[in-house]
Every structure is written in C-alpha cells, then in structure tokens.
C-alpha cells in the first residue's frame, strides 16, 4: 500500500491547524458525532499522522480519525488539510486516557462507511509521528459483496465476497409475456406476445400464431373437407372447406354414362301405351331411331303433347332429345329394342 509522505510546511499554518484540532474538539465532535470529554482524563498524547489509502491513490477530501477504548471515544480528528504539492493530508490527533499506558482501537470514517484502522499504543505524555515522519494510519477496506464477475449481483468495488452471489438465470422476465420464466432474473430476449386464438388446426377458426385464450370458446366450427360445388357428382353439403375434390359435373358424368350405356342398354316395350326413355348422347330424327319398329308404332308423343304418326308420315316432334321421355302405342310387344341408328 502506499505511504503518504508529509512535506514541512510553514510552521504558521501547522501551529494554526494544530491550535484548531487540539482547542476546538466540539467541531469535529459536531461533523462526525464522536464525542470526546477532554476533562474526563487524566493523560492525554499527541499524534501527527496522515491516511493512506488503500485503493492506492491518496485521500483529497475529508476524512476522520477516531481513537476508542472499547466504545468509548478517546480522540478524534479530521485530515481535512490537503497539500497538493505533497499529494498528503495531515491530522493532529490528541489521545485521552486514564491510565499511563494503553491500548486503543484506530477507525476511519469515510463519508458513511467507518473501517477498521488497527490498534495504538497510548503513552501518557507521548508524541507520535513528526512532520518529517507522520504516523500512518492505514484503515482496512472490507467492503462487502459479490466479487463473482459472471453473478447478476457482481460488484465491482466489493473487496470481501460475503457470499450474496446469485447465479445469471436468463429467460424471459415479461409478466405480460407468453413465455414468461418466474424463474429468469436476466431478460434474453425471447419474450413472446399473448396472442389470444383457436389452436386446433381441425377447425375454421384455426390460428397459426395463437397461443392463448379458452379453446372451447375459440374454436367452434370443425373443418369437414368435400366439394363446395353442387354441379359436381361428389357435392357434399356438409362441407365448408374445399378439397379440390370437384371433378366430374353431373352433365359429364349423365353423357359417360350414356356412351358406355350406348350398345349395352335395351328396351322391351309391350303392346298398347307405355314409356321409354331417350338415352343417347346425341338428338336423333325420331324416324331414324326407331325406322327399324315402324310397322309396330302406332303413335309417339312428347312431353308437350306432339306426335309422331309413321302410318301417316307425320313427325310434329322432330328429333329424339337426350334424357327425355316419352309415350309411345305398339300394336304389338318390342323385346330388346335399341335405337335404329
């Protein structure tokens, strides 16, 4: 640790300094609430000191020195005369006593904080230290505290680790956070926001970024997949979410029918009235399609009550039209009819 060295200065300013610290005691008294009753004493000794510093860089402002007998203050100074050419600060120090020889106790007060400074000899009568020789006194910095550089509580300036350390838990320390960690004391960053919606992906109101909120009430409408489209075979009404599955209209698939139906489907009609259906997949001159019957047609009527008389020559229908019907009259049964074309 360093020494401060004291430099002779003008003997007025000593003497003056002296004269203050030795007659006035009820001044520092006042500044640091340290009492000391000169007239309780019988001896008394007197001490020229300085503080040193043990950060290693001299004190410049005001520091106090206390002598104790146990708790009882027995001396008292403040080393508030700085010499900047000398980088030192000097006290005069008078040490009471009751007793010819002692053993005291040295504290330094530095702002707040009072540190240990070891012990003195007291002799009654004596005198310690000169201007060319000063005592040192040099107080004990045990400042308390997490000297753990990687601890949340690290602090720099503590001297003695009093083991307060508490270990860096990084985590998310939002309270509004998603993913908030009651056990996280260093926020890294992951906080995520509440973000309140369905989180079933089975229903419509499905949301990807949703992360809270009551479920049953978010999540009401389950997706049932099918075509949405009523012109298409596999139309489910049920559905509310498309699947592409819309592939064959009911109109393609009535005319693939008919083609595969063309060559395969036959009609037995009896004699008298009865009805037959048209099939194919294209109209066809209704003499051209059943020409191959004509000795047997008596009539064919439509749906809009036109007729066909073969006996007579007379088509007022026209054209067999697919997926009509119609009524017809044979004067005798037809087993096994297919369209004549």
């Known amino acids: ?48 000191c300085v503080v040193e510093n043990d950060l290693g860089n001299y004190y410049q402002e005001s520091i106090s020195i206390g002598v104790f007998d146990g708790q009882t203050c027995v001396g008292v100074a403040v080393t508030d005369t700085y010499f900047p050419p000398s980088n030192v600060n000097l006290a005069f120090l008078v040490v ?25 000899s007291f002799v009654s009568n004596g005198v310690l230290g000169t201007l060319d020789s000063p005592f040192v006194v040099s107080p004990v910095f045990s400042i308390l505290g997490c000297t753990d550089s990687t601890a949340l509580n690290y602090n720099p300036d503590a001297i003695e ?17 998603y993913n908030f960690d009651s056990n996280a004391n260093s926020d890294d960053g992951s906080c995520i926001s509440i973000t309140m919606g369905c989180m079933n992906d089975a229903y419509l109101e499905y949301n990807p970024l949703a992360n809270a909120g009551n479920q049953d009430d978010l999540c009401t409408t389950e997706i049932v997949l099918g075509c949405l489209d009523d012109d298409y075979v596999s139309y489910n009404f049920l559905a509310n979410t498309d699947d592409q599955s819309c592939v064959l209209t009911w109109q393609d698939a009535y005319l693939t029918l ?22 194919l997949n294209e109209p066809l001159p209704i003499n051209e399609a059943t020409f191959c019957i004509t000795q047997e047609i008596i009539i064919i009527k439509n749906y809009n009550g036109s007729v066909y008389l073969p006996e007579y020559n007379f088509n007022g229908i026209g054209s067999l039209e697919p997926g009509l019907g119609y009524q017809i009259k044979l004067s005798t049964p037809i087993a096994g009819f297919h369209f004549c074309n």
């Open 1 to 48: 640790m360093p020494v401060v060295y004291l430099h002779a200065k003008t003997s007025q300013i000593v003497r003056f300094v002296y004269s203050v610290l030795f007659f006035c005691p009820f001044v520092l008294n006042a500044q640091i609430n340290w009492d000391v009753n000169a007239n309780q004493f019988e001896h008394s000794m007197t001490i020229t």
């Open 96 to 120: 009471y006593g009751n007793q010819s020889n002692a053993s005291y106790t040295l504290k330094v007060q530095v702002d707040e904080l009072v540190l240990d400074a070891g012990t003195l």
């Open 161 to 177: 680790d009093n083991g307060s350390c508490i270990e860096i838990v990084l985590g998310c320390t939002d309270l509004a956070a």
């Open 258 to 279: 008919l083609e595969s139906c063309e060559n395969t489907i036959s009609i037995s009609l009896p004699s008298g009235w009865s009805f037959f259906g048209y099939f």
